[in-house]
């Protein structure tokens, strides 16, 4: 019996077409694959039925197999099957059956709508024409769905019908946000300022330091809150989104309190830590920064007091809280005392320099880092229109060549956008700073003119670094660059030089004979590594976290700022003079237009590259490509972010470099905790950072979520790893290792400082160790001193005044992975190393002097480790990716 005949069988002339049976043969043709034959069933089928809007729904209800969120189910072939039907039949509509009737189907029709399949929901709406229902109804259907945790479902019904501002929003966005669907959240509210505002004060309200999940659950008790749910209110995540929410929504600070004191909290121990701990940032930055970051919040001011006094301080501890004159039930230990003994003259902050600087700065700096062959009365500053038509006359001459740089004052985080405080523009005999801090001369519609004048000219080159960034704060500077982009034309980035010198082996130096391995080993990065590689001495940094927005500039500060800008001329001529040896074509500017690619082009590589993946069934290592089997190659392979060969011996850590995004701290801690090279990047730094130091250091980047696309693109194929968010550090750290096929042993467990990555320590004896703590005057309890004098006694007898590692007894279970430093490096005076750190000795609690013999402390940072449960936890932690050898396994044995 053909189709035809089975159809005419089946109906009747009084009733039509059971929609009962026409489901049977939907479900026989279905089962059977024949989707050409669902097609010509429904075209037969439909006409035949005596209500089709009525059968539709019988349909749709008793449909078998419907599964959410899929668009290739039964049910959805037959409504997408419907809807081109009812097109050619537009008779067959509600408004030809009774208003009660239309309102029946379409209540049953919005019973259907636990879908979210786009197809599957927008056909019922447009055909049943639910947009017309009372709000009232689809409210209720709404909270139904919440009642049945559909979460997801009801936000994006609540948004096809437009009932954002009918319904509470706590309620809808709540159970979003610690399902770590935000993006919905923000579909939600997006275009409804005040759900805007709501959205990001609910986000800022969990950012407060006495937040607890708990009140979540009296609020939503049928939230059952997982671990998973606690993860998504971390204050450091909830903060972030805060502030890329203001940005997004254009949202007034001063209604997120919180994410705004977290923020600068978070940047106030950035500081303290660039200024105590690394010791590379000045003492006037590090003033004018905690001014712009402590402010007038009594909290942040006491935060400040309280570290000073842990990075032993006092002095100035007692300044700071003089300043802010701070009461004194809130100071700590030993200020108040303090206060009192300063002299009038050192009561007060000075943030500026005691003694006038010079333009020729120390011949030691001159020795150690490069200098611009420019006199002060070569660098001009442009800030009136009389002065910027002399630069304009001079700069825009066709033929010439220009290093562009510029400098905006650091936000840490705390503000939405940086604006450009100064343009330095140098060509060989002089350079010209543009101060655009001084907004009516910033305001000049001639000073924009000539910037577009100057990027526009292809015969001018201008030379730069990295100019992304310069570009973003440009446009955040003149909100009409947003309307009307600059038009770039001429310009050489020197970053894609770099990053082609990254390439080859090694660079040798033209001023002497030592050797340069790029990327590794060097404590530059970012065009000041390029400035060591091609020139033989690295830029001075110090400067280049300033408070640029303050006037007059220090002379150090505007040294810093021309020899940023000028240093590219010497680095192209140099480079052009003899680009073979490093490795770079003849004509460098070829390297930029040969990178640059089109839209459609990258898109084309991106599939092509998703293909391949795909083949090789590695779906967790987004971007990674496989290098020959060649083992020599194996590190090099490593270093520009290429997978070892399958069939390779695996790697020790120490040859794994990666950096860290900030959304990963944990995985890093891990990471670095085996012993492997981690970078981390802060709290407040952007995402791009990351990009930055892989292809200036030659390190491979660790990312999740949203910046993975954006941090592939910068760095290359091969170069980005993207993890799932959702999984625990450790199991991260797992994936990471053998994704690499590194394989640490227990001899590389905290081979490197947890705190600042250095893999060099000093070993202190107890004895020396009691000395130290009695000097500072951290060991004041006599009691205590009584105990220890006994367990001392026989080590003080054997130690001389300088102890060295051959002296101390067992050494660490990490000692060959680690490089160990003689203590006699120690200046036993101030307790710091030659590069400047401290022991930290505030952390070294008096109660383990008894019972640990030898203390490690790291020589870059001064933190101070000891042997503890925590290798063994360790050890247990990851001993399905830990080499142990029977060597391992006898001293562990012994221990």
């Not at 935000?182 to 409804?192: I, M, N, R, Y």
């Not at 990327?519 to 640029?548: C, F, H, I, R, Y």
């Not at 480790?865 to 080499?883: A, I, K, N, T």
Request: a neutral charge; glycine letters at 6%; hydrophobic letters at 35%.
């Amino acid at each position: 019996m053909d189709l035809n005949t089975e159809m005419d069988h089946m109906s009747t002339k009084d009733k039509g077409l059971d929609p009962l049976m026409l489901l049977d043969q939907f479900f026989e043709l279905w089962n059977n694959d024949g989707l050409k034959m669902l097609h010509l069933a429904a075209i037969q089928g439909f006409p035949k039925l005596s209500e089709p809007l009525e059968a539709l729904l019988t349909i749709l209800e008793r449909c078998p197999g419907k599964q959410k969120g899929r668009s290739h189910t039964l049910g959805s072939h037959i409504l997408m099957e419907f809807q081109t039907w009812i097109k050619e039949h537009p008779q067959v509509s509600l408004n030809s059956i009774s208003e009660d009737r239309a309102v029946e189907l379409q209540n049953r029709a919005l019973g259907l709508l636990t879908d979210i399949q786009p197809d599957f929901v927008d056909g019922l709406i447009n055909i049943y024409q639910l947009k017309s229902l009372d709000p009232s109804i689809l409210c209720l259907h709404i909270v139904k769905l919440q009642t049945l945790r559909c979460y997801k479902e009801a936000i994006t019904l609540s948004i096809k019908f437009e009932l954002q501002t009918e319904l509470n929003p706590e309620e809808m966005l709540v159970p979003l946000i610690l399902q770590d669907k935000l993006q919905l959240a923000e579909s939600f509210v997006k275009g409804h300022s005040q759900l805007e505002q709501r959205l990001v004060m609910l986000l800022d309200s969990w950012c407060h330091p006495d937040f607890n999940l708990e009140d979540i659950r009296k609020h939503f008790p049928q939230l059952s809150l997982s671990k998973h749910y606690a993860a998504q209110v971390q204050p450091k995540l909830l903060t972030r989104h805060v502030y890329r929410l203001m940005e997004k929504f254009k949202i007034d600070q001063s209604l997120c309190p919180n994410a705004l004191h977290k923020r600068r909290l978070d940047t106030l121990r950035y500081l303290m830590f660039k200024r105590f701990g690394e010791k590379t940032m000045t003492e006037e930055n590090w003033t004018d920064h905690v001014q712009y970051v402590v402010s007038d919040d009594l909290h942040l001011q006491v935060h400040l007091v309280e570290m000073l006094v842990k990075y032993s301080c006092l002095q100035k501890a007692a300044q700071w809280s003089l300043r802010y004159k701070i009461p004194r039930n809130r100071l700590p230990l030993g200020v108040w005392e303090t206060q009192q003994s300063l002299p009038p003259d050192q009561q007060q902050i000075c943030s500026d320099p005691i003694t006038p600087e010079e333009w020729v700065p120390p011949q030691s700096h001159c020795q150690k880092f490069y200098q611009v062959p420019l006199t002060k009365d070569k660098v001009y500053f442009i800030d009136t229109l009389e002065t910027l038509h002399r630069c304009q006359s001079i700069v825009l001459k066709e033929g010439g060549i220009v290093g562009v740089d510029m400098e905006w004052q650091p936000t840490f985080g705390c503000a939405s956008s940086q604006k450009v405080s100064l343009i330095q523009l140098a060509m060989l005999d002089q350079v010209f700073l543009l101060d655009l801090s001084a907004k009516a001369f910033c305001q000049q519609p001639d000073l924009l003119g000539f910037i577009r004048a100057l990027y526009s000219e292809p015969n001018i080159l201008k030379l730069g670094y990295s100019m992304s960034g310069d570009l973003k704060c440009l446009s955040a500077t003149w909100p009409e660059l947003s309307e009307e982009p600059l038009k770039m034309e001429g310009f050489l980035d020197l970053l894609r030089v770099h990053q082609k010198i990254q390439c080859g082996k090694v660079n040798r130096l033209p001023s002497g004979p030592r050797e340069v391995l790029v990327g590794e080993d060097s404590a530059e990065k970012g065009l000041s590594l390029l400035v060591q590689q091609v020139l033989g001495k690295p830029l001075d940094k110090t400067q280049q976290m300033s408070n640029w927005e303050k006037r007059p500039l220090r002379i150090s500060q505007i040294r810093y700022a021309v020899a940023d800008a000028y240093c590219l001329l010497d680095v192209f001529s140099t480079l052009s003079s003899d680009p073979a040896s490093f490795g770079l074509p003849a004509d460098l500017r070829s390297i930029t237009s040969g990178q640059s690619e089109t839209r459609k082009d990258k898109k084309q590589k991106e599939k092509k590259g998703k293909k391949t993946e795909q083949a090789l069934g590695k779906e967790e290592c987004q971007g990674a490509q496989r290098v020959t089997p060649s083992h020599s190659d194996k590190v090099k392979g490593l270093l520009c972010g290429k997978l070892p060969p399958e069939d390779s011996p695996p790697l020790p850590p120490q040859q794994l470099r990666v950096v860290c995004d900030n959304m990963l701290q944990g995985l890093g801690r891990y990471l670095r905790c085996l012993g492997v090279d981690v970078v981390m990047l802060e709290n407040s730094d952007d995402h791009r950072v990351a990009a930055q130091l892989a292809q200036a250091e030659g390190r491979v980047i660790l990312t999740c979520g949203q910046p993975f696309q954006t941090l592939r693109s910068q760095v290359g194929e091969g170069r980005c790893l993207s993890l799932d968010c959702s999984e625990k550090a450790r199991d991260q750290a797992i994936r990471v290792l053998r994704h690499f096929n590194v394989q640490p042993s227990p001899s590389d467990i905290f081979s490197r400082c947890q705190a600042c990555n250095s893999d060099q320590y000093v070993a202190i004896p107890r004895a020396d160790m009691v000395t130290m703590l009695k000097d500072k005057g951290f060991l004041q309890d006599h009691n205590t001193e009584g105990m220890l004098e006994k367990s001392c006694q026989q080590e003080e007898l054997r130690l001389n005044d300088t102890v060295t590692l051959s002296t101390t007894p067992e050494p660490p279970r990490y000692a060959t992975q680690c490089r160990w430093a003689s203590l006699s490096r120690l200046d036993r005076d101030t307790l710091t190393f030659p590069g400047g750190s401290p022991i930290q000795l505030h952390t070294v609690p008096p109660g383990l002097l008894q019972r640990i013999p030898l203390f490690y402390v790291c020589t870059r940072c001064g933190k101070v480790f000891w042997e503890g449960s925590h290798f063994d936890r360790v050890l247990s932690m990851f001993q399905e990716v830990l080499h142990v050898t029977d060597e391992d396994s006898i001293s562990a044995a012994g221990q």
